[in-house]
């Protein structure tokens, strides 16, 4: 069965959008998944997290995923996927180079622009049982292009104003993608992370974000945690560094509501159905 593939994406930055790429990809590794993530962020933190900057750097624009949008030979799947040093756990690297295709008006981007992603995830699905794309921090061609070549989306964000700004944006672009080019498209739901029960605001927030979406928000929140930051610098993903540890709980539980939405999908023809719809 080719991979289930999601991209995790918010216009808002800093609401743990690649640690939930990393982590996650680590977790579902760990536990014996074929894991492939994409780093279509121009910022490459996701890269910088698994061989760091020095790394990153040095690798040409044709090496990284900018190679799958320049105007010269496409480079084959297997030229572009990199293995970490963790079993099962690869990724294609990211690059600055993306920032010059990463124009702000992607439906008007030539169609094989926006398609370039899907047909490398079309070439690569079988060799994976999970693709995660990690988007840049706004809604230009890396966005719209990881969007048409994916089958979910999940959101994170954080329970917090600016946290949850611009959830409308999203929605917007989601149905736009739907309309335009890829109508299977399933939002999975919204992640709230770096949450924190014992703080007030945090607690306010989430109860309005599961009044105003409903079963859309996901279960699982992702606490804020020193261990990721640890995690971070030493190269690791959470259940590397501290398997035993609530975060690696935390993305354990994430990685296992994401498989039981999923298959809810699967089973059901109205993607709404099969989330439920809002109170």
């Known amino acids: 069965m080719p991979a289930a593939t999601i991209c995790f994406l918010n216009q808002k930055g800093g609401v743990g959008k ?3 790429v990393y982590h996650l ?29 020095d790394a990153m750097r040095a690798r040409p624009a044709h090496e990284t995923i900018a190679g799958l949008f320049g105007d010269g030979i496409i480079p084959a799947a297997e030229d572009l996927i990199v293995p970490t040093a963790f079993d ?37 699905a079988d060799r994976f049982d999970w693709i995660l794309i990690d988007c840049p921090p706004n809604l230009h061609l890396c966005a719209w292009a990881s969007l048409a070549a994916s089958d979910h989306i ?18 917007d672009c989601i149905d736009a993608m739907r309309t335009e080019v890829n109508p299977a498209l399933n939002l999975l739901g919204f992640l709230i992370t770096m949450f924190s029960s014992r703080t007030a605001i ?11 979406y409903g ?9 804020h945690a020193i261990d990721f930051k640890e995690a971070i610098a030493q190269r690791k993903p959470v259940p ?13 539980a994430l990685a296992e509501e994401l498989k039981l939405r999923m ?14 719809e809002a109170a």
């Open 202 to 212: 945090h607690r306010a927030y989430e109860s309005m974000l599961r009044e105003l």
């Open 25 to 53: 990809g680590g977790t579902l590794a760990r536990d014996g998944a074929r894991v492939l993530c994409l780093d279509m962020d121009p910022q490459a933190s996701l890269t910088q997290g698994f061989f760091g900057p």
């Open 263 to 276: 298959s809810y999908t699967v089973q059901n023809a109205d993607p709404g159905e099969a989330r439920g």
């Open 240 to 252: 590397y560094s501290k398997p035993r540890g609530a975060s690696a709980k935390a993305l354990k």
């Open 18 to 20: 690649t640690s939930s």
């Open 154 to 171: 999940v959101v994170p964000l954080q329970a917090e104003d600016f946290g949850s700004q611009g959830v409308a944006a999203i929605l």
């Open 88 to 124: 099962r756990l690869a990724i294609v690297p990211g690059s600055v180079h993306l920032t010059r295709h990463n124009i702000p008006e992607p439906w008007d981007a030539p169609d094989d622009q926006q398609r370039a992603l899907a047909e490398f995830v079309a070439e690569a």
């Open 215 to 223: 079963s859309d928000v996901l279960e699982t929140t992702i606490p």
